[in-house]
């Protein structure tokens, strides 16, 4: 039999709900990809099965039909067309309900079931637990197969962050901890304030210097740590700034004056700096008591006086170079004994700089011609302690300088003027040559000894008596060139002058160590200094030998005359 039109309408009725549940089917995944929620997911993919029913029953309406028009035809082939009919009839609805039954099951396996499955995951997830839990796969690679790997690695994504952010939270606590440790053990005060000028927060060190328990410097306000005019005005500062005003003390350090919990006011230093906070602009200020540190740069400027004034009243000249070589400074005196470099003596010239450029000012007596040799001689020996040798500046100035290396580098130099000693050294010298030309001339026995009894002059006739060169006799004693019970003798004699300070003189018989034995008379008579002590004595010994002869010659004389004489009266 050929099927009508209602029939294959009703067929592709069929037909079209089986093509809108393989449509409902995409949906789904495609609902599943962006997340949707399960209960409308069903809602979304539900499928209108009335038109198949429609069909099914306009099958069976179509078969009674056939059958009623059909009622004539013989009744055999009626029954037997019939039968077919019922039969055909039964076997398409058993299909359509099988196919029916498998699309739902094809439905709660492959969609529903899987749908489910990924529901029931996605609400097992927990942020706080990551990597607990994952998408059922199973490996097929359809839609919903490729839905669930993508979730998981969706949350394989979500896992690597939250394991970043837990570490980086640890990392942060830890920081801050390290930070809360760093400044709370501090010897530097820390304090924060806000826009109104609250303190926010302070650390252990702020509360130690102003004299505060522990937090309660927290929410008061900050000029209660400044003394007057400051407190009044701190609020107004902060207004000022906060409307554009000029910041003339955010990013500099300064010193200022602090106000203790006692009301005592102290040196303070502090460095002040904005932030700006979630919460606002706030302002972080390091603050550190300064009194111990202000008293000792008292101290050391006193220190300081005092050694420039210690310094400057040496009274030689005075100078200290640092361990480069370099003056650190000097007193006027030293200034002043070198009068063509005097403007070379600043502070922190070099040695070296010094001596070339005075050098050919023509400063030293002893660099002339030489200049540059002069130069290294004086810096080669700067290597060393140098013991006191002089430096003749030109014409009759003369300095006796001494160089002194310190403990840890650098140098002490020390200048004296000797220019009136040398002068005196001079005159002395043109003394005793003139003395030593006008008692070698003298028909005496001259000698100076010290206050210990050195002798340092004798004349001419002091070598001839003695046989003993007047170089091998300075500096020596009595001892050292007459017998000793005559030199005890002597030293017995030159202490009654030194020690009575009066002068002697006395006649005596004396054997010289030329052989001799002389007839003298010897003078002793102290030496006294500008201040009136003795410090040695002169001996002048005037051989009266010869007188003696003349006048024992003379007696003998006298006595023969008067024995003539007493025999001329006995004749008589």
Not at 75 to 103: D, H, P, T
Not at 105 to 120: D, E, Q, S
Not at 168 to 176: H, I, M, P
Not at 189 to 207: C, K, M, Q, W, Y
Request: hydrophobic fraction near 40%.
């Amino acid at each position: 039999l050929g099927v009508s039109q209602k029939e294959k309408n009703a067929l592709d009725d069929l037909q079209n709900v089986v093509e809108e549940y393989r449509g409902a089917i995409t949906r789904a995944e495609a609902l599943i990809n962006i997340n949707f929620p399960t209960d409308q997911i069903d809602r979304q993919v539900s499928v209108d099965d009335t038109p198949a029913m429609r069909a099914l029953l306009g099958l069976s309406n179509a078969v009674a039909s056939l059958r009623q028009s059909k009622a004539k035809v013989v009744s055999g082939e009626i029954n037997a067309l019939a039968s077919r009919i019922n039969v055909s009839a039964m076997g398409i609805g058993a299909l359509l309900v099988i196919l029916i039954l498998a699309l739902a099951w094809f439905l709660r396996t492959r969609l529903i079931n899987p749908l489910g499955n990924l529901v029931a995951a996605f609400d097992r997830i927990d942020p706080g637990a990551p990597g607990q839990v994952r998408l059922p796969s199973d490996q097929s690679g359809d839609e919903l197969d490729k839905v669930a790997a993508a979730g998981n690695q969706f949350l394989d994504a979500v896992d690597r962050h939250l394991l970043e952010r837990q570490y980086a939270e640890t990392a942060l606590r830890q920081n801050e901890a390290f930070i809360s440790a760093v400044i709370g053990s501090m010897v530097d005060g820390v304090i924060t304030i806000d826009e109104r000028g609250l303190i926010t927060s302070n650390n252990p060190a702020a509360e130690t210097i102003f004299g505060y328990r522990p937090n309660e410097m927290l929410d008061k306000n900050v000029s209660m740590l400044m003394p007057e005019p400051h407190q009044n005005s701190h609020n107004d500062y902060l207004a000022n700034y906060r409307n554009g005003g000029e910041a003339h003390f955010i990013g500099t350090t300064r010193e200022v004056r602090g106000l203790h919990k006692d009301g005592k006011e102290f040196p303070l230093s502090i460095a002040i700096s904005e932030i700006e906070a979630e919460e606002g602009r706030q302002y972080s200020g390091i603050v550190r008591d300064i009194s111990r540190f202000k008293e000792a740069e008292e101290k050391l400027r006193q220190s300081e006086s005092l050694l420039s004034t210690a310094i400057e009243t040496i009274p030689d000249g005075f100078a200290i170079f640092d361990a480069e070589d370099r003056l650190v400074r000097s007193n006027s005196k030293f200034r002043h004994l070198f009068s063509r470099s005097v403007d070379l003596l600043a502070p922190g010239r070099h040695i070296k700089h010094i001596l070339r450029e005075g050098a050919k000012r023509g400063e030293y007596e002893d660099a002339f011609g030489r200049e540059d040799e002069w130069v290294a001689e004086q810096l080669e020996a700067w290597k060393e302690d140098r013991d006191t040798y002089e430096l003749h500046l030109g014409s009759e100035q003369w300095i006796e300088a001494t160089d002194r290396l310190l403990p840890h580098g650098g140098h002490i130099s020390i200048r004296t003027d000797i220019s009136d000693r040398k002068k005196a050294e001079q005159e002395r010298r043109e003394s005793r040559k003139l003395l030593q030309s006008l008692t070698d001339n003298l028909p005496v026995f001259v000698s100076l000894k010290d206050a210990e009894g050195r002798f340092q002059f004798v004349n001419q006739l002091f070598e001839k008596w003695t046989g003993i060169g007047r170089n091998f006799i300075v500096g020596k004693t009595v001892h050292d060139i007459y017998p000793e019970d005559q030199a005890v003798q002597f030293d017995i004699e030159d202490r009654e002058v030194i020690d009575g300070g009066t002068a002697t003189s006395r006649e005596k018989d004396l054997l010289y160590p030329d052989g001799e034995t002389r007839s003298v008379i010897s003078t002793r008579f102290p030496i006294f200094t500008s201040t009136g002590a003795v410090n040695g004595l002169g001996t002048i010994n005037f051989d009266i030998t010869e007188r003696k002869k003349a006048e024992q010659a003379m007696l003998d004389a006298k006595a023969e005359a008067e024995k003539a004489n007493d025999a001329k009266s006995e004749f008589l």
